[in-house]
């Protein structure tokens, strides 16, 4: 087999590992915890299909590939949980190591295309990279909402707490903020989350 073709099939089984990494948020219906891999899939369809609500218009296969590999990187450097502050101390250089090791599976081109991505996405400055994150905010929220925010009373999530992690959405898309709004207050006077 051909070297090139012999590190992209290294890496496609490398990313397999995605299914095993599983998330604070539980799939709606009160089913078990959801994995990364399902948690991308679901933010790749969400952008296609609410992509006319972004601020600006989108690449919106670009966005779709940023949803799809931006938590790869977690099979080596676990997931960490939105509202774990310590935890988050150390979640950039876990990732940056992740990130190295994994996509150093890919010949260079394409190694340097997905890094190229992933860092947009972190540094959340284009068009894209806003929309991919208000994606990445917005569906867990959604699933946690259609869960009577059992995640949330779990771990004391606080009403400012979702809100300073929304900011984000905001930037990719005012209308989808405005239903995070919705929701939030909502779960408020429920008492799923705390003032």
């Known amino acids: 087999m051909e070297q090139r073709l012999y590190q992209q099939l290294r890496f496609v089984l490398k990313i397999d590992q995605e299914k095993n990494i599983f998330r ?16 991308a899939w ?21 966005v ?5 590999i931006h938590d790869i990187i977690e099979i080596e450097a676990g997931d960490t949980y939105a509202y774990d502050e310590q935890a988050k101390k150390t979640q950039k250089a876990r990732e940056d190591a992740a990130k190295e090791k994994i996509y150093s599976l890919l010949p260079e081109d394409q190694k340097q295309e997905l890094v190229a991505l992933f860092d947009e996405f972190e540094d959340c400055e284009t068009a894209e990279a806003k929309f991919a994150h208000a994606m990445d905010n917005l569906q867990p ?8 925010g059992g995640d949330w ?35 408020i006077r429920k008492g799923n989350l705390k003032e």
């Open 24 to 39: 604070q948020t539980h799939l709606s219906g009160h089913g078990r915890n959801e994995n990364d891999a399902e948690h």
């Open 42 to 62: 679901h933010m790749a369809v969400m952008a296609y299909l609410l992509r006319e609500y972004a601020n600006e218009e989108v690449d919106i296969g670009r």
């Open 64 to 68: 779709m590939l940023m949803c799809l």
């Open 141 to 148: 929220l959604l699933l946690n909402n259609a869960n009577g």
């Open 153 to 187: 009373r779990e771990h004391q999530v606080s009403a400012g707490q979702v809100y300073g992690r929304q900011k984000k959405t905001r930037l990719g898309s005012e209308k989808l903020f405005e239903i995070t709004e919705q929701i939030i207050e909502e779960n």
